[in-house]
């Protein structure tokens, strides 16, 4: 700052005098420059000396802190050193207590080991003794083991069988329950096919009660079979196989109750008793079997044609004199032989769907 005053001052001296020459003057000039950098080189020295005096006296603080932390740091560490020597002499102390210690105990383990040492012969020649029992148990065991083999190849076996026959089991079990199923599907269709039975019983009974009466037709049902039994005065003439007008009125009613009945087998059976045809017939009917056969299929062609009954439903046969229901020894039994029977028996679903 002195420096540039002079400067300042000399230009001022140089300006108000005027009465410098001109090489002087210029002479000045180049100086005064050389005076502003120098200036300028000065004023930049010292902003450095001042930043390096700022970062002396930082560091010389920092300095002053540490030497401070540092002489705490050293009376903690003399007042460990003192502890430590303290703990020294009593470690010393102990050390001299415990090698007195290990001494007795050296003593006892010398006479501990004498003592192990006589023990230790005494088992060499047990073992000596065990070893040869040893090789006899492990003979025993090698037959127990082979004997365990063998019995659990047998149990093996066993649990196959068990396992096979529990198979066994649950598919019976299966099929048992699938048959008690079937079983309880057939019995209740079986009393449903009885109580339509009934139903088409009543109404027969119902339908020909005055033929009933009169001892004409007899109506039966026995569980799943339904008998309308018809004597041949009723249908037929004597030694005729035509249906006269009466009888196709009696089936006429007949046939309206069974054209109902759309699930059972409907057999038309013809019978006769044991008098013989007579010459005037036998070149019509040579015996009572195509009397009997005729009179049934004659019946069963009514039902069709005109009660409308499915002749898939129908069936004929014919059994002459073979099956009587009465005593052909009397006037009254052979009548009663001489009849039609319509059966209602379970159908024959086979010969129903698949034809002849």
Not at 51 to 62: I, Q, T
Not at 65 to 93: G, M, Q, V, W, Y
Not at 158 to 167: A, F, V, Y
């Given at each position: 700052m002195k420096i540039r005053c002079h400067v300042i001052?000399?230009?001022?001296?140089?300006?108000?005098?005027?009465?410098?020459?001109?090489?002087?003057?210029k002479a000045s000039l180049a100086e005064i420059d050389n005076f502003k950098k120098d200036i300028s080189s000065l004023e930049y020295k010292l902003k450095a000396k001042e930043s390096e005096k700022a970062m002396l006296e930082g560091e010389s603080a920092a300095l002053k802190t540490n030497k401070a932390f540092l002489e705490t740091e050293k009376k903690k560490l003399e007042e460990d050193l003192a502890l430590l020597k303290i703990e020294r002499?009593?470690?010393?102390?102990?050390?001299?207590?415990?090698?007195?210690?290990?001494?007795?105990?050296?003593r006892l383990l010398e006479a501990k080991k004498d003592e192990l040492t006589k023990e230790v012969v005494s088992l060499k020649e047990k073992l000596s003794g065990s070893e040869h029992h040893v090789e006899e148990l492990k003979t025993g065991v090698q037959a127990k083991e082979s004997q365990v083999s063998e019995v659990k190849g047998e149990i093996e076996n066993l649990k196959n069988e068990i396992r096979s026959k529990d198979m066994q089991v649950a598919e019976l079990k299966t099929e048992i329950e699938g048959l008690s199923k079937e079983k309880s599907k057939a019995i209740e269709e079986k009393e449903k096919a009885i109580a339509e039975f009934k139903k088409t019983h009543d109404s027969l009974v119902s339908e020909m009660s005055t033929e009933i009466k009169k001892g004409e037709i007899a109506i039966t049902q026995l569980r799943d079979k339904l008998s309308v039994n018809m004597v041949d005065k009723v249908l037929f003439d004597s030694g005729s196989a035509e249906v006269k007008k009466e009888g196709r009125q009696v089936l006429k009613r007949v046939g309206d109750i069974?054209?109902?009945?759309?699930?059972?087998?409907?057999?038309?059976?013809?019978?006769?008793?044991?008098?013989?045809i007579s010459q005037k017939l036998m070149v019509k009917f040579p015996s009572n079997w195509e009397l009997s056969s005729a009179r049934a299929t004659n019946v069963a062609k009514y039902l069709q044609d005109s009660a409308g009954i499915d002749p898939r439903l129908l069936t004929v046969a014919g059994y002459s004199e073979y099956r009587p229901i009465e005593s052909n020894d009397t006037p009254e039994g052979r009548a009663k032989n001489r009849r039609i029977e319509i059966v209602l028996i379970p159908l024959d679903i086979d010969r129903i769907t698949k034809g002849p």
């Amino acid at each position: 700052m002195k420096i540039r005053c002079h400067v300042i001052f000399l230009i001022a001296v140089l300006l108000i005098t005027g009465c410098v020459s001109s090489g002087k003057y210029k002479a000045s000039l180049a100086e005064i420059d050389n005076f502003k950098k120098d200036i300028s080189s000065l004023e930049y020295k010292l902003k450095a000396k001042e930043s390096e005096k700022a970062m002396l006296e930082g560091e010389s603080a920092a300095l002053k802190t540490n030497k401070a932390f540092l002489e705490t740091e050293k009376k903690k560490l003399e007042e460990d050193l003192a502890l430590l020597k303290i703990e020294r002499d009593d470690l010393s102390a102990k050390k001299k207590s415990l090698e007195g210690e290990n001494a007795n105990l050296n003593r006892l383990l010398e006479a501990k080991k004498d003592e192990l040492t006589k023990e230790v012969v005494s088992l060499k020649e047990k073992l000596s003794g065990s070893e040869h029992h040893v090789e006899e148990l492990k003979t025993g065991v090698q037959a127990k083991e082979s004997q365990v083999s063998e019995v659990k190849g047998e149990i093996e076996n066993l649990k196959n069988e068990i396992r096979s026959k529990d198979m066994q089991v649950a598919e019976l079990k299966t099929e048992i329950e699938g048959l008690s199923k079937e079983k309880s599907k057939a019995i209740e269709e079986k009393e449903k096919a009885i109580a339509e039975f009934k139903k088409t019983h009543d109404s027969l009974v119902s339908e020909m009660s005055t033929e009933i009466k009169k001892g004409e037709i007899a109506i039966t049902q026995l569980r799943d079979k339904l008998s309308v039994n018809m004597v041949d005065k009723v249908l037929f003439d004597s030694g005729s196989a035509e249906v006269k007008k009466e009888g196709r009125q009696v089936l006429k009613r007949v046939g309206d109750i069974l054209k109902k009945v759309s699930d059972k087998q409907i057999k038309v059976e013809g019978h006769t008793d044991n008098v013989p045809i007579s010459q005037k017939l036998m070149v019509k009917f040579p015996s009572n079997w195509e009397l009997s056969s005729a009179r049934a299929t004659n019946v069963a062609k009514y039902l069709q044609d005109s009660a409308g009954i499915d002749p898939r439903l129908l069936t004929v046969a014919g059994y002459s004199e073979y099956r009587p229901i009465e005593s052909n020894d009397t006037p009254e039994g052979r009548a009663k032989n001489r009849r039609i029977e319509i059966v209602l028996i379970p159908l024959d679903i086979d010969r129903i769907t698949k034809g002849p």
